[in-house]
C-alpha cells in the first residue's frame, strides 16, 4: 500500500540508509525538507526489547486479542480507548514507568544519528511519548501540528518518530508536510479540541510525504515540520515512541522535564522500580539554558495571575531545582 491523500498515491519519503547519513546530508535535507527518514539506525533486536516489554504492558490490560503472539499485538476491539480515557492512562502510565522506554532515546546509535543535527551537546528530552494506537479509531488519528506548539523553547529542536515494529501504511505511520518548517509558527485550532490542531486550509508546506517505516528506522523532522499520523486500518496496535533532541545550550522550556498536571506523577515514582541508576535525572547534571530560568519560576510560583497557574509552575519548580 502507497497511503492516500485525498485519493492520489502519497509521494515517498525521502530516505538514506543509516550507514550513509553524514552531518552534511542531514543537515542539508533538514534545511530543505524539514525532515529525514533514516533506515535501520537502531538494530532491530533493541527494538524488540522494548516491544516484548510493552506488550506485555498491554496483554495484561486486556488490549491484545487472546490466542496471538502478544508481539503481532492483534487488537482486542472490545478494549479500544485513548487519551484521555482514564483506563488508557492508567496502562499508559505503566508503559512510561519501563526503563527500556527511556533507554531507548538514549541508544548509542540513536544519540550518534541525533549528535550530527544538533552537534556533541546533545539534550535528550527526558518524557518520551508512547503511541498505543487501537485499529480502526478514526478518533484516536493524531492531526496535523507542530511539535513547537507543545514543546515551546527554541524551534531548533528536532524529534525522533520510532515504530517498536515494522509499521506499514495500513498500520498508520507517521507522515509529514514537506518543507512546511519554513513557513514558521503555524495557528493551531483549539476550541472544543482535546489536541489542538491544524486545519487543512492552514498548513503550508510542499506535498505530503509518507510510507512504511519498519523497526529501528528513525524519522527525525524539525518542531516546525507539520506532520500527522495515517489512520490505523489494520487489526494490530501500532505501537510507536517519539521523543525530541536539542543542544542543550538552547533555550529549553522547564515543562519539558517535568510533570505540571493534578496527575500525581513525579520522577520519584517513575524511578522507584528502575534496577540501574544510569539514567535517573541524567539531564540534572547538564548546563541547561533554561526559559523560565529557575528565578523566573520563583517569581511565577509566586505571583502569576491564578491560583491555577501559580500551583502548575510551583509544581514545575519543585522538580527542576
Ligand atoms: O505517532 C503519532 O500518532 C503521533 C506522533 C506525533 O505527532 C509526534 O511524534 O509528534
Known amino acids: 500500500m502507497d497511503g492516500r491523500v485525498d485519493g492520489r498515491a502519497m509521494k515517498p519519503f525521502r530516505e538514506v540508509k543509516a550507514n550513509e547519513v553524514t552531518p552534511e546530508l542531514l543537515r542539508s535535507a533538514m534545511d530543505r525538507d524539514g525532515y529525514l527518514l533514516i533506515r535501520g ?29 502478544p508481539m503481532e499485538r492483534m487488537a482486542n476491539a472490545g478494549a479500544a480507548c485513548g487519551d484521555p480515557d482514564p483506563g488508557f492512562k492508567r496502562t499508559y502510565q505503566e508503559v512510561f514507568n519501563l526503563p527500556a522506554f527511556h533507554a531507548l532515546p538514549h541508544h548509542p546509535e540513536l544519540k550518534r544519528a541525533m549528535k550530527m ?4 551537546r546533545v539534550l535528550v528530552h527526558p518524557k518520551p511519548i508512547g503511541r498505543l494506537i487501537f485499529p480502526q479509531c478514526d478518533r484516536l488519528t493524531v492531526h496535523a501540528h507542530q511539535d513547537y506548539r507543545f514543546m515551546g523553547g527554541d524551534p531548533e529542536c528536532f524529534t525522533a518518530w520510532i515504530p517498536m515494529h515494522d509499521c506499514p501504511v495500513d498500520v498508520g505511520p507517521l507522515r509529514i508536510l514537506e518543507g512546511s518548517h519554513r ?42 515540520t507539520v506532520h500527522a499520523a495515517s489512520p490505523n486500518l489494520s487489526r494490530q496496535m501500532r505501537l510507536s515512541l517519539d521523543c525530541r533532541f536539542q543542544d542543550y545550550r538552547r533555550v529549553l522550556n522547564p515543562a519539558n522535564l517535568a510533570f505540571a498536571g493534578d496527575s500525581g506523577k513525579s520522577w520519584e515514582k517513575i524511578y522507584a522500580s528502575w534496577p540501574s541508576e544510569d539514567l535517573k535525572y541524567y539531564w540534572k547534571g547538564l548546563p541547561l539554558n533554561l526559559k523560565p530560568s529557575v528565578s523566573e519560576l520563583q517569581e511565577l ?21
Open 41 to 69: 539506525v537502531v538494530p532491530r533486536s533493541d527494538v524488540d526489547q522494548l516491544l516484548d516489554d510493552v506488550t506485555q504492558v498491554i496483554e495484561a490490560a486486556g488490549w491484545l486479542e487472546p490466542g496471538h503472539d
Open 301 to 321: 510560583a509566586a505571583s502569576a495571575e491564578t491560583e491555577a497557574i501559580r500551583a502548575r509552575y510551583a509544581k514545575i519548580l519543585s522538580q527542576v531545582s
Open 183 to 224: 513557513f514558521g509558527i503555524i495557528k493551531h485550532e483549539d476550541e472544543n479540541l482535546h489536541v489542538p490542531e491544524i486545519a487543512s486550509a492552514e498548513a503550508m508546506g510542499g506535498e505530503w510525504v509518507g510510507g512504511e517505516i519498519m523497526a529501528g528506522d528513525v524519522l527525525i523532522f524539525h518542531s516546525l
Open 117 to 120: 543535527l544538533v552537534g556533541d
